[in-house]
């Protein structure tokens, strides 16, 4: 039997998705209000499988991950350095007035 995964939102002053329509991490699906007796903009959010409430926590800490391979995370951490390198020299350029300001 599949695992039926559902989400409720409340609290929102608009909605910008439909009931039932599909959405990937990272799409908007409208904006944080203030309703009801809020005290501010907040959102109210739950996680359902098949219809029983869930710690929203613990499922993002289960959700789908990749996990890199050993050359993948080599490749990463080696970007990360020449872009760290990169950023640190034009942060020292601009400091020296390099770029001419």
Do not use: C
């Not at 599949?2 to 959405?23: E, F, L, N, P, W």
């Not at 098949?50 to 289960?62: C, R």
């Amino acid at each position: 039997m599949a695992t039926a995964r559902s989400t409720v939102y409340a609290h929102m002053s608009r909605i910008d998705v439909k009931r039932g329509q599909h959405v990937d991490q990272g799409t908007r699906i409208g904006a944080v209000g203030s309703t009801g007796w809020a005290t501010g903009p907040h959102l109210h959010f739950e996680v359902k499988l098949n219809g029983v409430q869930q710690n929203p926590t613990l499922m993002a800490k289960a959700s789908e991950a990749v996990t890199l391979s050993p050359a993948a995370k080599a490749q990463f951490a080696e970007l990360a350095t020449s872009l760290k390198s990169q950023l640190e020299i034009a942060e020292s350029m601009a400091r020296s007035g390099a770029y001419g300001e």
